[in-house]
């Protein structure tokens, strides 16, 4: 057998995520897009299932894995499967899938598999194999899929060590060298006796949210609850901003300007016929599909990487809009939207900043609808929710006088705010080499909002092992290796 670090080497899947090859460590967390829950079920899992047929894990390896979120703890799962005896998995928190526990959304497992053939079919994508831990529509709920989790891994018997980090990682001879560091008091069962491991692999998930505009003080909802979403979209006299065009923006944007509470209860809720339904969601899982491929082999460092990037999800909004015309032509499906929509939105209350012209990288169904109520309002209501190629500047307190603005949520959150906004032209189209939008006379605006919501993507995270994988951000998956490596 060739030696493991040839092997790692080899494999573009186990090169990617690879931390050290010698001590077989790898990191499948930090900002890897797309970043699903069922897209990091899949790295974690194959992971695992590469390792063991490649012969670089067996039966006897002792395997630590950090994070017992739905990535970790699956991959925990395919490793008992395979027959490993020693499995260590360390949580920082006190219970498994911190961030499944989030009250700010419904956190959905399979609403982000949209418009593929196996979106709400619990099965992973290509060879339609289970998930190991059975999420299926009925667990979109965050408390029943914190205990599809916990049974999963009780099925399994493994058990969690929770309250512990890793402390001062040293990879050695092939192994892996741990301090364990216990930081919740009373945790259960104390630190793991093993500190050496054969194989680590870290699953601890991405960066928070950014809240914060730059260079300001301004923080906006961190997190809302789920309840005050449907509190603030009743009170439709207020101005509401949401800013930022990724999935974090697009998914308050659809909570607030609909009655219901997730993307995929609203998709359903419009009832589009059988055939037009197949129809559109051929085209929008062709197209997305092809950007990812596009995308993850773009050049990064290449000067018209910005452009070329632009371009790609340009014309992915363009297609996208097509089939939202096409849906909005059905008179019913018009109708079933109208009763959705909250008088917020339909007042011209709601606004969405983004500082291109389309919204970059998000799932296919936030994208849909979010562009189908645009669409809606326009043509019905003559009302553009949109602020596009704007990007919030400074944000100032309008009424000084009667409070000191820390802006931080409990002082600030019933005032009003002048905000600015600076135009944006990189992401416009292009024509004739030429960006449109500097052949227009374009102002920077200002414009008034009782309550602003900040989603500028998510910040970094400290890897786990000390240092990242060696590809961070590469969209490694199945669907996004070259055709000829699938
Ligand atoms: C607000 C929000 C909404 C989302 N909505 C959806 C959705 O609707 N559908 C969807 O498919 N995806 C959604 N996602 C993405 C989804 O949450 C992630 O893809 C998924 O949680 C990734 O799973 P994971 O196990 O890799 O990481 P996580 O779920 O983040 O789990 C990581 C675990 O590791 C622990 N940990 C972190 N650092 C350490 C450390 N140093 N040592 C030990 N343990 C550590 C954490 O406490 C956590 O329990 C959303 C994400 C956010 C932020």
Redesign the pocket.
Known sequence: MPPVSKIIKNDPFLRAFCVDANSKVFD??GFFTP??????LIR?CWLIEKSFNLGIISKNTNLLI????????AAAITARNKGLKNITI????KA?????Q?T??????V??DWASEHWNKGVFPLDKTKNPIPFVLESDEPSKSIKIIEDSLLAADITPYFG???EKPTFNRGRVQINFKSIISNSNGGTPKTTEFDMALS????G??IVQIKKSKFRGYKFWELNNHSEYAKNFEQNILISGGG??SL?DFLLLATKKQ?AKDIYNALRIPAALKKEIEKTIFEVEERLKRKEVWLNKNSPNFQTESCELYGNLQKIHKEQVVKALSNSKVQKNLEKMLTKLVINGNLKLAFSCNHFSACYPLNRFLVILIEQYLKENKAINPFLSNYRIEKIESSDKKLHICNFNEAECAEYNHTVSFKHQCKCDFKANSTCVCKTKPHKDIKANFDKIVVRFGIGKI?P?FGKPPALPGMQILPYSLPESEI
């Open positions: 499948v967390s970043i699903s829950i069922k897209d990091q974690s950090v994070g017992a979120g739905p990535s970790g703890v360390i949580e920082r928190s498994v899938g911190s961030i499944l989030t700010s959304r419904n956190i959905d497992f609403q982000y512990i980090e890793v699953c601890v998930g991405f928070s949210e999935d974090g998914q997730t400290t786990a």
